[in-house]
C-alpha cells in the first residue's frame, strides 16, 4: 500500500511539472494593431435562455470589430421560454444578429443547432460561444491577429467563472482554473486535449474536411473536444491556443450542487469515446490520485491506516497543485478565488470520484432532455 501511494503521488507530481513546463512554453500574447481582415460567424445555439440573453447580447454590441466583418447567428433549440422579445430588442444594435429555429435530427441537439447554424454560416471562419455567457470587446480582435499571424486552422479560446461570494462558485472557479491550466500546458507541449466550445474557433472549411461532428454526433457534448482531436490528427501544426485574457470568454458556474454533478457527470461520460491516448492517460493519473485519498481518508477515520500517510499525500498534492493554480488564478485575475483552495482541495476528491462513477454508470439530463449512459 505504501509503494502504491509513492508511485501514484510520484505519477501525479510529475504530471503537473509537465503541464507548468508546458504552460512556460507558451509566448506570452499581445494584441497588436492589425487590420480587421478576417470575417467571423457567430454560432449560439440556445435552449430556455432568456435569463441569459440579454446579458450575452449586450456583450456582443460592445465588440470592437467592423459589424460588416462578422455575423452572429442564433440557434433556437426548441426554447419555451419568452427568449423573442429579446433578441428583438437588440435587432437595431445588432444588425447582424439572426435567428434561426432548429430542426428535428439523430444527431445530439447541441451538435445538430451548431451543424444548422455553421450551414447558415455567411463566413469562413466560425467562432462559437454558450447563451449563458459575455465576451469581451477584444474578442475577434484577437481571434483575427492569432489567424494572421500563426495562419492556425484550429484556435482553442480560455473560458472563466463569474465570480460571486459562495463557497460553491469559488470551488468551481479552482476547478475551473486546474482544467484552462492543463488547457494551456498540453498545448504548450504540443499535445492539446481540451477545449472549449464556449470559446472555440476554426475554418469552416476545416469543419467540412473534418466531416463535422458526424463520428460523435450521438453523443450529446463534445463538440469541442472530439472536433480538437480531429483537427490536430489531420493538421497538428495548425491547431493554436489563444492564451490573452482579451479574448477570455465568462460564463455562469452552477446554482446548486445538483446541477454541478449534472454537469460534470455529463462531462465524464464522454470519456470512453476519446482516442487521444495522452487524455486517457492525464484522466487516468488524476482520477487514481483523488481515488487513494479518498481511500486513505476512510482508512484512516476507519482505524485502519496510518493517518499520517494521508496528511503527506495531501500535503504533496496540496503543495504541486498550488505551483500551477497560483500563477494561473493571477493570469486571470481571480486571486480572491484562493480563500477557499484548502477546504476545496480536501473536498474535491470526493467531488471528483463521485463524478467519474456517474459518468460511467448513470444517464444525465441537460437542458430538460434525458441521456442515456
Known amino acids: 500500500m505504501i509503494v502504491a501511494i509513492f508511485f501514484i503521488s510520484f505519477l501525479y507530481v510529475t504530471l503537473l511539472l509537465f503541464l507548468i513546463k508546458g504552460i512556460g512554453k507558451l ?4 494584441l497588436e494593431s492589425l ?5 467571423f460567424s457567430v454560432i449560439v445555439p440556445f435552449r430556455d435562455e432568456a435569463n441569459n440573453l440579454e446579458n450575452l447580447l449586450q456583450s456582443f454590441c460592445q465588440l470592437d470589430y467592423p459589424e460588416t466583418q462578422f455575423e452572429i447567428i442564433l440557434v433556437n433549440d426548441f426554447s419555451s421560454d419568452n427568449y423573442k422579445p429579446i433578441i428583438a430588442k437588440f435587432k437595431s444594435s445588432l444588425p447582424n444578429l439572426r435567428c434561426i429555429e432548429a430542426v428535428e435530427s439523430d444527431m445530439a441537439p447541441k451538435k445538430a443547432a451548431l451543424t444548422l447554424g455553421i450551414s447558415k454560416a455567411k463566413f469562413d471562419w466560425i467562432l462559437t460561444t454558450d447563451a449563458d455567457c459575455s465576451v469581451p470587446k477584444n474578442w475577434l480582435k484577437a481571434y483575427n491577429q492569432k489567424i494572421i499571424n500563426d495562419a492556425a486552422l484550429f484556435i482553442a479560446g480560455l473560458v472563466k467563472f463569474k465570480p460571486s461570494k459562495s463557497f460553491l462558485n469559488r470551488f468551481q472557479c479552482l476547478d475551473l482554473l486546474s482544467l484552462q491550466a492543463t488547457l494551456l500546458g498540453t498545448f504548450g507541449l504540443k499535445k492539446p486535449m481540451l477545449c472549449h466550445g464556449a470559446n472555440l474557433c476554426y ?14 454526433q450521438n453523443i450529446a457534448s463534445g ?3 472530439f472536433l480538437l482531436e480531429a483537427a490536430f490528427k489531420k493538421y497538428p501544426k495548425k491547431v493554436s491556443v489563444l492564451n490573452s ?3 477570455v470568454v465568462t460564463t455562469n458556474s452552477e446554482p446548486n450542487l445538483k446541477a454541478l454533478l449534472s454537469q460534470r457527470t455529463r462531462w465524464a461520460a464522454k470519456a470512453t469515446a476519446y482516442k487521444n491516448n495522452n487524455i486517457k492517460v492525464v484522466g487516468l493519473v488524476v482520477f487514481t490520485t483523488n481515488l487513494l485519498l479518498l481511500s486513505l481518508t476512510i482508512l484512516s477515520v476507519l482505524g485502519l491506516f496510518n493517518v499520517n500517510y494521508i496528511l503527506l499525500t495531501f500535503l504533496i498534492k496540496f503543495n504541486i497543485d498550488a505551483l500551477i493554480l497560483y500563477p494561473t488564478a493571477r493570469f486571470f485575475k481571480q486571486e480572491s478565488v484562493l480563500k477557499s483552495y484548502v477546504l476545496s482541495g480536501l473536498l474535491y476528491p470526493l467531488f471528483s470520484v463521485t463524478s ?3 459518468g460511467f454508470t448513470k444517464g444525465y439530463t441537460w437542458k430538460e432532455r434525458k441521456f442515456k449512459k
Open 223 to 225: 463538440d469541442d473536444v
Open 245 to 247: 485574457l482579451e479574448a
Open 356 to 358: 467519474v462513477f456517474l
Open 35 to 39: 487590420p480587421n481582415k478576417t470575417r
Open 27 to 30: 509566448k506570452p500574447f499581445v
Open 203 to 216: 475554418a469552416k472549411s476545416l469543419f467540412y474536411e473534418l466531416n463535422g461532428f458526424k463520428n460523435h
